[in-house]
Each structure stands twice: as C-alpha cells, then as structure tokens.
C-alpha cells in the first residue's frame, strides 16, 4: 500500500485540480457576476446550490478553489469560504439553530463569538448554557434534550485550554448535537478536528491559514449537506469572501505547513524560556509537560501551536509596562502572521464582556496572549527580556 502525502505536500497542491488554466498559481476572477449562455441555464444555476459561475455572492471559481483545498487538508466533503472568520461562525451557527433549540457553547470562546451566544441568540428564542471544554462529565450534564448545537475551541483563547475532541463528538453523536470546533488556533496543519468525529470546522483564514495579516476571511468545512445549509445563510447574509482574498488564502496555504512548523518550534522555545523566568508567574502553552492538556494535545494535534499564554507578577501595571517596552513584538490584535503580535486581553477586550465572564474565561490582569511569528526565536526572547528588564525598573 502507498502511503497517503504528508500534509505539507498536500497542502501546496491541495484544490490545485480546479486550475487548469495555469496549473501553477491561480488566476483570480475579479468579477461579480457571470455572462449567461440563455435564459434556461440562469433559471438552473439558481436551483443549484452554490453554484461557481453565477453570482459572486453565490460562488466564485477562485473561491471554489481555496474552498476545495481547505475541504481537503480537514478531510471533509466540502466546504464554504466566509469574508471574515465571524461570518463563518454565525452562519454556521444559524444554519442549524431556530427558535425553542438549546445551544452548548464553551466557556472560553473567541470574544465576538461569546457575545453572540449572550446577546445575540436568546434575542431569537435559543437558549444558550456554558460548559468547561476541559471537562468532559460536566460537558455530558449540560446537554438537554433540545440540544442541537455544540460549539468548541481547543486550545482556547486566549488560555489555550485543551478540549477532548473525540470525547465531544461522541457527546454530540450520543445526543443527536451537532458539533462545531473553531480551529483557528490549532491551524489545519496542527489539527484536523473532522478526523476526530467533529461534524463542523471552523476556522478564522485571517490569522494561520491567510499568515501575513493581510487578508480577513473566514471557513466552514464538514459534511456536503451542512455546507449546503451554511450556504443558505451566506446568500442570505451575505458575508462571501472576495475572489482576491482567495486568491491570497490559496497563496497562504502553500506555505502553511513550513510557517506552522516553525510557529510551533519558536512558540515551544519562547514558552520554555518564560516558564523559567522569575518575572513569569504562570505560563500556559499545551506543549509543555506540565501544562494540563499537555497529554490531550500530544493526542489529537500534530503540533502544539504558535501561540503562547503567560502571566507576568506584578498584574496590570507590569503587564502594561511590558507590552509597551517592547522593541521587535507588536502590540496588535489578531495572530497567526509572520509578525509577532502581542496582546494584554484584560483591558483590550475589557469593554466587550463582562468581569464575570472574564474571570471564568481565566483572563487575569497580569495575562498576556502571544503570537509567535516567523522572526528567530532568540530575537523573540531577547526582546521579551530587554522589555521585562525595562519594566522592572
Ligand atoms: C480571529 C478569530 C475569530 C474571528 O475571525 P475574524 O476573521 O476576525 O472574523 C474567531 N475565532 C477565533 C479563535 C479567532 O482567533
């Protein structure tokens, strides 16, 4: 038997089939709208679901590509891109839910994603409870009968928790849920939840898979009719990604597997380094030993990840100083580029959520949430040094 290609050759090939005009990079079709041969053929394209050559809020070949692609390195049957990774996430989420439905969400989650199942969809008639992803009997006790979706991160942001994947989903097949996993933070290089049992993968194109902060786009890949039901709500919705966004997704996704490999190295080295420090009071990376997910992790992810978690002594202020002192890391949103950004969750998504909901989301003052960029990783720490010395003082 022949063995299957390793990730990193499927993904700088992966959808390339849908592109036979060049066979090599993709061309971008920068319109929004198709020439139709005859009346008939445009009354078929809108029986169809998601067909490529119509509409560009309905389907683009350009997006049809980047859409093969991503289906294929998660191992499902199809999948939708999004313009945002938020798009994705709620017409996802109201692709499945209506009225008098019960919904399971973690209790650390994405901040507009938490928002959404607090302000959003009890306005709708679901309602919504919170479980600790890290705690599979509780997870069990919180579904109901009505449950009809459970939605996840592993690891969490920004806490980087790790959830039992295959556990969930037999909870989810047990109870007749759907489940969904958010797998921005892991990357489809470091984890395929699909091939865990997971019905529905989400992930934010911005951050890995995009990898250089240049584009916003979001993705849902799982099982065709799924999908079909996604579509419904991003024709309705209308979050679709730009041909040109795809374009650049695709291009990112060619070198996913090298930029994630040394993502996780450089995070691995930096985690190390901090959790011998003394101005470190606590460091959360799933690839350390003494990380409680850590077993989990070297189960189901193929990698630990990029980003690094840490509490510096001192609270707010000394994490304030910090982020402010540094030279070569970036204080910005967002993750997964070839920068290192650097962010203090505490008071930058202070406004959005309330104290409650970020004391049980474990997002103290002194925590800092760190994208490991494609930099060398004794820069990365020489810095994170020069500006812990700087905030001592
Ligand atoms: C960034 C992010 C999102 C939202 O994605 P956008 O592209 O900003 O809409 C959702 N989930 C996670 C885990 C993220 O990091």
Same mark, same amino acid.
């Given at each position: 038997?022949?063995?299957?290609?390793?990730?990193?050759?499927?993904?700088?090939?992966?959808?390339?089939?849908?592109?036979? @005009?060049?066979?090599?990079?993709?061309?971008?079709?920068?319109? =929004?709208?198709?020439?139709?041969?005859? /009346?008939?053929?445009?009354?078929?394209?809108?029986?169809? =679901?998601? &067909?490529?050559?119509?509409?560009?809020?309905? $389907?683009? %070949?350009?997006?049809?590509?980047?859409?093969?692609?991503?289906?294929?390195?998660?191992?499902?049957?199809?999948?939708?891109?999004?313009?945002? $990774?938020?798009?994705? *996430?709620?017409?996802? #989420?109201?692709?499945?839910?209506?009225?008098?439905?019960? +919904?399971?969400?973690?209790?650390?989650?994405?901040?507009?994603? #938490?928002?959404?199942?607090?302000?959003?969809?009890?306005?709708?008639?679901?309602?919504?409870?919170?479980?600790?992803?890290?705690?599979?009997?509780?997870?069990?006790?919180?579904?109901?009968?009505?449950?009809?979706?459970?939605?996840?991160?592993? %690891?969490?942001?920004?806490?980087?928790? *790790?959830?039992?994947?295959?556990?969930?989903?037999?909870?989810?097949?047990?109870?007749? /849920?759907?489940?969904?996993?958010?797998? #921005?933070?892991?990357? &489809?290089?470091?984890?395929?939840?699909?091939?865990?049992?997971?019905?529905?993968?989400?992930?934010?194109?911005?951050?890995? *898979?995009?990898?250089? =902060?240049? !584009?916003?786009?979001?993705?849902?890949?799982?099982?065709?009719?799924?999908?079909?039901?996604?579509?419904?709500?991003?024709?309705?919705?209308?979050?679709?990604?730009?041909?040109?966004?795809?374009?650049?997704?695709?291009?990112?996704?060619?070198?996913?597997?090298?930029?994630?490999?040394?993502?996780?190295?450089?995070?691995?080295?930096?985690?190390?380094?901090? /959790?011998?420090?003394?101005?470190?009071?606590?460091?959360?990376? &799933?690839?350390?030993?003494?990380? &409680?997910?850590?077993?989990?992790?070297?189960?189901?992810?193929?990698?630990?990840?990029?980003?690094?978690?840490?509490?510096?002594?001192?609270?707010? +202020?000394?994490?304030?100083?910090?982020?402010?002192?540094?030279? !070569?890391?970036?204080? +910005?949103?967002?993750?997964?580029?070839?920068?290192?950004?650097?962010?203090?969750?505490? =008071?930058?998504?202070?406004?959005?959520?309330?104290?409650?909901?970020?004391?049980?989301?474990?997002?103290?003052?002194?925590?800092?949430?760190? @994208?490991?960029?494609?930099?060398?990783?004794?820069?990365?720490?020489?810095?994170?040094?020069?500006?812990?010395?700087?905030?001592?003082?």
């Amino acid at each position: 038997m022949t063995r299957p290609p390793d990730f990193a050759t499927r993904s700088v090939h992966a959808g390339g089939g849908r592109n036979p @005009s060049s066979g090599i990079a993709p061309p971008i079709f920068q319109t =929004s709208t198709f020439k139709l041969a005859s /009346a008939r053929e445009g009354v078929e394209l809108m029986q169809m =679901s998601a &067909p490529e050559r119509f509409y560009t809020r309905w $389907g683009n %070949p350009t997006t049809k590509q980047l859409e093969a692609a991503i289906s294929e390195l998660e191992g499902g049957e199809a999948a939708l891109a999004f313009s945002s $990774g938020m798009g994705a *996430i709620a017409a996802t #989420t109201f692709s499945i839910l209506s009225a008098g439905d019960h +919904a399971l969400f973690a209790k650390a989650l994405y901040s507009a994603t #938490t928002e959404m199942a607090q302000q959003v969809l009890p306005r709708f008639g679901v309602e919504v409870s919170f479980a600790e992803g890290s705690d599979l009997a509780a997870l069990r006790s919180a579904v109901r009968p009505r449950t009809k979706l459970i939605f996840f991160e592993s %690891p969490t942001n920004p806490t980087l928790e *790790i959830c039992d994947l295959e556990g969930l989903a037999r909870i989810g097949r047990e109870s007749g /849920a759907l489940t969904v996993v958010d797998n #921005t933070f892991a990357s &489809p290089y470091n984890q395929n939840p699909l091939r865990l049992g997971i019905d529905l993968v989400l992930h934010s194109m911005t951050k890995y *898979i995009g990898g250089h =902060s240049d !584009l916003t786009g979001g993705v849902v890949a799982g099982k065709r009719e799924h999908i079909e039901a996604c579509w419904k709500m991003l024709k309705i919705f209308g979050a679709c990604l730009s041909p040109f966004e795809a374009w650049l997704a695709i291009r990112g996704l060619k070198t996913l597997a090298v930029r994630v490999e040394r993502q996780n190295a450089s995070a691995l080295a930096v985690a190390r380094h901090l /959790a011998r420090h003394p101005a470190v009071e606590r460091v959360h990376y &799933p690839g350390l030993p003494e990380h &409680p997910g850590h077993g989990l992790a070297r189960k189901q992810m193929r990698g630990f990840g990029g980003m690094v978690s840490f509490e510096v002594r001192g609270g707010l +202020a000394a994490a304030t100083r910090l982020v402010e002192s540094l030279k !070569l890391i970036t204080l +910005a949103v967002s993750l997964g580029g070839a920068e290192s950004l650097i962010v203090h969750p505490a =008071s930058m998504i202070h406004g959005l959520l309330s104290e409650e909901t970020l004391r049980a989301q474990g997002i103290l003052p002194g925590l800092l949430r760190f @994208s490991v960029g494609l930099e060398a990783p004794e820069d990365l720490i020489a810095d994170l040094e020069q500006a812990m010395a700087a905030g001592g003082r």
